[in-house]
Nanobody, 128 residues
Framework: QVQLQESGGGLVQAGDSLRLSCAAS????????MGWFRQTPGKEREFVVA??????????RYADSMKGRFTISRDNAKNTVYLQMNSLQPADTAVYYC???????????????????WGQGTQVTVSS
């Protein structure tokens, strides 16, 4: 059974940085897509970023509003994906969810429905 465990959330001030981690277990980490979504109360869950890896090729896809501030990376030896978030703003306050999919490893989708596995979420709060 696949499990995704997020960590690294917390309370920071505007302009600070945070790094979220997501450790996957229960399935080989190769040839999959890992990513992050986020959700604020009262709003729909939104795509943040995704990264695919097929052994020889890595692809990333960012939401336009995250480009330049957020960076996704993965350590396949540790079965872990990271989300480095810089210059955080109060609008970034949300629960951040780690996602994974093995059915289409070449394509880092931005659609929620393309991800079979979700973590429990980690809260990020940015104060002004």
């Amino acid at each position: 059974q696949v499990q995704l465990q997020e960590s690294g959330g917390g309370l920071v001030q505007a302009g600070d940085s945070l790094r979220l981690s997501c450790a996957a277990s229960g399935r080989t980490f190769n040839n999959n897509v890992m990513g992050w979504f986020r959700q604020t109360p009262g709003k729909e869950r939104e795509f943040v970023v995704a990264i695919s890896w097929t052994g020889s090729n890595t692809r990333t896809r960012y939401a336009d509003s995250m480009k330049g501030r957020f960076t996704i990376s993965r350590d396949n030896a540790k079965n872990t994906v990271y989300l480095q978030m810089n210059s955080l703003q109060p609008a970034d306050t949300a629960v951040y969810y780690c996602v994974a999919d093995w059915s289409a490893p070449f394509y880092p989708s931005r659609l929620q429905s393309d991800y079979d596995y979700w973590g429990q979420g980690t809260q990020v709060t940015v104060s002004s």
